[in-house]
């Protein structure tokens, strides 16, 4: 069983920064795939980020060179620094973990969800 705990979320204006940070519970958190995924309101969950457990990364083209994701197992902590924000990056955020080698972008491939982080950006 894994419990997930985001927190960093919050208003800022288009083109600053924030950092998001999600708390993992459990002894085998390297084991796990970790991804971020974002809802705006009316639309469906969609992909952001995931770092595998070997520290493979993959983005979303809408993030891309923006978003940063990492880990540290020693902390069993995962970061995703977001860098340039857009209105649109508006949404919830969702943290989440998955016994998985190798993708990352579907929901389904995931066991445990966070309650999310609301992060709005003002034009």
């Known amino acids: 069983q894994v419990q997930l705990v985001e927190s960093g979320g919050g208003l800022v204006q288009a083109g600053g920064s924030l950092r998001l940070s999600c708390a993992a519970s459990?002894?085998?958190?390297?084991?796990?795939?970790m991804g971020w995924f974002r809802q705006a309101p009316g639309k469906e969950r969609e992909f952001v980020a995931v770092?595998?457990?070997?520290?493979?990364?993959y983005y979303a083209d809408s993030v891309k060179g923006r978003f940063t994701i990492s880990r540290d197992n020693a902390k069993n902590m995962v970061y995703l620094q977001m860098n340039s924000l857009k209105p649109e990056d508006t949404a919830v955020y969702y943290c989440?973990?998955?016994?998985?080698?190798?993708?990352?972008?579907?929901?389904?491939?995931?066991?445990?969800w966070g309650q999310g982080t609301q992060v709005t950006v003002s034009s």
């Open positions: 989440a973990a998955g016994s998985f080698a190798v993708g990352g972008s579907r929901p389904q491939l995931y066991d445990y």
């Open positions: 459990g002894r085998t958190f390297r084991s796990y795939a």
């Open positions: 770092v595998r457990s070997g520290g493979s990364t």
